[in-house]
């Protein structure tokens, strides 16, 4: 048996981990995946690729409104997707490899589980061994699920894992879920060509987002894709050719290929949680304090498995803080999840931070919103942009935003400011009229929008 100074289990954000402190101790890492983890492989990075190839479609196919005339001559379906991991696949190769060979980390590539405090079996190809942790950090990220009616009825499936590296387009494909993963997919393959149905379970796609947002963008996509609101799957039947999915209302949804988004559950099946002394919440998230310590003295946990956010930009956060506190035992660092912003890298695109409308209602405090749309404002006027806005919340007792959203062109980008000044406490006025705002950018959609809250501006 084989002791460590820390073992890490999962090699996504748990990679990240092994920073200089580490130097000179002795670290292992165990991963029984794909190395590197979902951002990389399988998440945020080839979804965003797809998105940016994607983009470039739809701008092709609407230049002719602007007096540029082209034609969309052909999609290179394998082309784009060998583009997109020919880049991805050697760097998570070279990660494992950096860990494999490099200095002071052993990589064990196989599944780790817990069989005592601190404690962990491998399974490795010549048998399990088992290694020990002063501290262990469980980093083991979350995976797809999809509904039971469509696990018992056999029909062959993807989740985000396959669906990417798929040899070729579909002509019709069937997504279930309208979440985050739905939106971004079918934006990517609708505009690479693909007859895309939604279904949704609620009346409204994106459901979590504020109303507002979730409403327009809801208009939007039933002008974009076939979106089934409110229905159930009931039945589904098929093979890898042609899939029929039976609703609710006895309608039906045919297509070549059948997409399931219905959310993602923390990775803790069969990691001996319970042998390790590791307790986990009512919906079966490892339980963690505010420094990512779990109910086992020595053991840790951040990212998917443990958060109440599955982003990566919260599981990077939580690693910069478990690796400072692994090394800091006297001055521990707290997550931050005050201000947790998310992006929808859909058409439209959605960014998002704070509290809806209704969240700040619900809690009592004197809201004020603001609507501004973009083609208000001369960037979005130039685009002749008819459909896309920010919204701001904020209170009119403090002064202070308490949230903003947002759906148009670079949303994810245009939202930032707004994210600054949520966290430093910026209020409002001040953001709006103590600075510059380039003029004609697309940002003084966001300037606009301050300035139309009702609350004290500045006077000039
Ligand atoms: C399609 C898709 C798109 C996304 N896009 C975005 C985006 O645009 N922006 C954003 O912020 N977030 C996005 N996310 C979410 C983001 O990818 C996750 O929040 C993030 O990757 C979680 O990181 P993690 O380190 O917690 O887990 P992971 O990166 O999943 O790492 C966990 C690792 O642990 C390994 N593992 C699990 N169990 C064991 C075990 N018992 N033994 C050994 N190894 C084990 C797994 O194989 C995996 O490699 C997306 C997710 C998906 C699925
Ligand atoms: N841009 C990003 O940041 C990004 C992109 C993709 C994924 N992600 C992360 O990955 C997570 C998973 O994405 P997702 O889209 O799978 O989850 P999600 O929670 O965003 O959406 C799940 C959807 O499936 C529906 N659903 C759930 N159970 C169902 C059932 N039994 N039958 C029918 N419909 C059902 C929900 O109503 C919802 O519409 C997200 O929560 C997000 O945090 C982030």
Not at 352 to 365: M, Y
């Amino acid at each position: 048996m084989t002791h460590y100074d820390l073992v890490i289990i999962g090699s996504g954000s748990g990679n990240s981990l092994v920073t200089p402190a580490f130097d000179g101790k002795k670290v292992a890492i165990v991963e029984d995946g794909i190395f590197g983890g979902t951002c990389l492989n399988v998440g945020c990075i080839p979804t965003k690729m797809f998105v940016y190839a994607a983009e470039v479609a739809t701008t092709v196919r609407d230049s002719d409104r602007y007096g540029v005339d082209s034609t969309l001559d052909d999609v290179r379906w394998r082309d784009i997707r060998d583009r997109i991991f020919g880049r991805i696949d050697p760097i998570s190769d070279a990660g494992k490899d950096y860990r494999v060979n490099g200095p002071n980390t052993t990589a064990y590539l196989g599944r780790g589980t817990f069989t005592g405090p601190r404690e962990v079996s491998v399974d490795l190809p010549g048998g399990a061994e088992t290694i020990t942790g002063t501290q262990v950090v469980i980093a083991t990220g979350s995976h797809a699920v999809a509904p039971d009616v469509i696990l018992r009825s056999g029909v062959p499936f993807h989740t985000s894992d396959t669906i990417m590296r798929i040899d070729r387009l579909p002509r019709r494909m069937a997504i279930v879920g309208a979440g985050f993963i739905a939106s971004e997919f079918a934006h990517v393959f609708s505009s690479l060509g693909v007859e895309v149905t939604i279904v949704a379970r609620g009346d409204r796609m994106l459901r979590h987002l504020d109303d507002e947002i979730a409403t327009a963008f809801t208009e939007l996509a039933v002008k974009q894709w076939d979106v089934r609101l409110g229905r159930h799957v009931v039945q589904a039947s098929g093979d890898a050719t042609q899939v029929r999915l039976g609703l609710d209302d006895g309608t039906e949804v045919e297509a070549d290929l059948l997409l399931v988004a219905t959310g993602r559950e923390p990775s803790t099946l069969g990691l001996g949680l319970e042998a390790a002394g590791v307790a986990t919440t009512d919906d079966g998230r490892v339980r963690v304090d505010a420094y990512g310590r779990t109910t086992a003295e020595g053991v840790w946990a951040l990212g998917d498995v443990s958060s109440d956010f599955q982003l990566k930009h919260v599981a990077n956060h939580e690693a910069r803080r478990v690796a400072y506190n692994l090394t800091h035992p006297d001055d521990l660092r707290p997550f931050d999840h005050r201000f947790v912003p998310s992006g929808v890298f859909s058409h439209p695109q959605i960014a998002t931070v704070g509290l809806t409308e209704q969240q700040a209602r619900d809690q009592g405090f004197a809201v004020t919103t603001k609507t501004q749309m973009y083609g208000d404002t001369a960037y979005g006027w130039a685009m002749e942009d008819t459909t896309s806005f920010v919204k701001l919340v904020a209170d009119q007792r403090s002064g202070l935003l308490l949230g903003a959203h947002i759906m148009g062109p670079d949303a994810t980008t245009v939202i930032q400011p707004a994210i600054q000044a949520l966290t430093f406490g910026l209020r409002a006025a001040d953001m709006a009229r103590g600075q510059y705002w380039i003029h004609p950018a697309m940002a003084e959609v966001l300037e606009n929008a301050l300035l139309g809250l009702d609350l004290p501006q500045h006077p000039v």
